[in-house]
């Protein structure tokens, strides 16, 4: 059997859950929140469900939803998004990427992506026969050079991969990194992905910018979101993708085949939930305490904090404490001091120690308050 994908494994998300889980450790590996949703969401899905509304949904999604969405733009980001023809709401943020990758990339094509990289990006192309072209970014900043991008692009070129805020750098771009890539792409053939899923999670008083925002990168982007981490519901898979109108109907005729739709009651129930516009505004706020708390219980220990301008995660250097390489020191600490974490090297192509694990801080005040403690014992 020739495999399709030799080098992926089992993602380090599962691994590092497991090995928590084994050691009984705190688990700040894996991204997802450990406390509940909101109850009333959740009452309103029950509701919807013994109101009956339990087949499939419409193959793009139920109509209130995308309509929920497209005024969340216009609220947001001041742009003009039809429900009908440019939103299509799908099994989670990764359903979204797999099939937009899948939607442009044909064998042979090049897609440049950024690394450290969101996991899922690598094998998805590659399933599709594209090539990743990957650009190395480095800690502290994790700047992107344009000019390097500039020197990258290749007639094969069919595709760019943000995102924004960023997994697990927790940094944000800035207008003037969108304005280069537009720039860029002006009179190229090239589409661009923009994983927005921590699109509401930006600290310090920035603002996220939407590449829905610039014109000349609206047209050739697919944008993806994720319900899991607007409502602390992660297990629940829904997400949704903006594309403009003919990268759309690309996008369905294998989104129809790849899931067709996706489960129909908890999008009645997000629609109405998210009928209060504010509920976006909330969740920075929310997060950038437990940051906050976070920074403050780590500067008890050895460990260096990088900034965290957005997203549910942060950084730190153990260089201080260790020389060992990130994954090993990783399982260490799950097993002798009771705290999992992501090694960044997980995140790159090749080889690759720079002493930074990630953290996810989507946690308890308690859960964080413990995991302090066990550190502060190295
Ligand atoms: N992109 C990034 C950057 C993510 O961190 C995640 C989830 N951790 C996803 C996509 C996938 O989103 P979902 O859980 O909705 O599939
Ligand atoms: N996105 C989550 C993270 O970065 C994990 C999602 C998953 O396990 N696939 O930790």
Redesign the pocket.
Known sequence: FSSKLPQTAV?I??QMTALSNTYGAVNL????PDFPADPELINLVTEYMHQGFNQYAPMPGIMALRQTIADKQEYLYRVQVNPETEITITSGG?QALFTAIGTVVSPGDEVIIFEPA?DSYKPSVEVFGGKVIPIRLQAPAFKIDWNEVEDLISDKTRLIIINNPN??TATVLTQEDLAALERLIADQNIYVLSDEVYEHIVYDGRVHQSIIQYPGLRDKAFIVASFGKLLHT?GWKLGYIIAPSLLTAEFRKIHQFNVFSSNTPMQYAVARYLEQQERYLNLSSFFEKKRDQLITGLKETRFNVLPSQGTYFLLVDYSSISDQNELSFAQYLTKEYKVAM?PVSAFYSGTCNQHLLRI?FAKKEETLASAVQYLKKL
């Not at 590996?29 to 997802?32: A, I, K, N, V």
């Open positions: 993602s998300f599962s590996s894996q991204g997802f990764t969101y997994n697990p992660t992501v996810c």
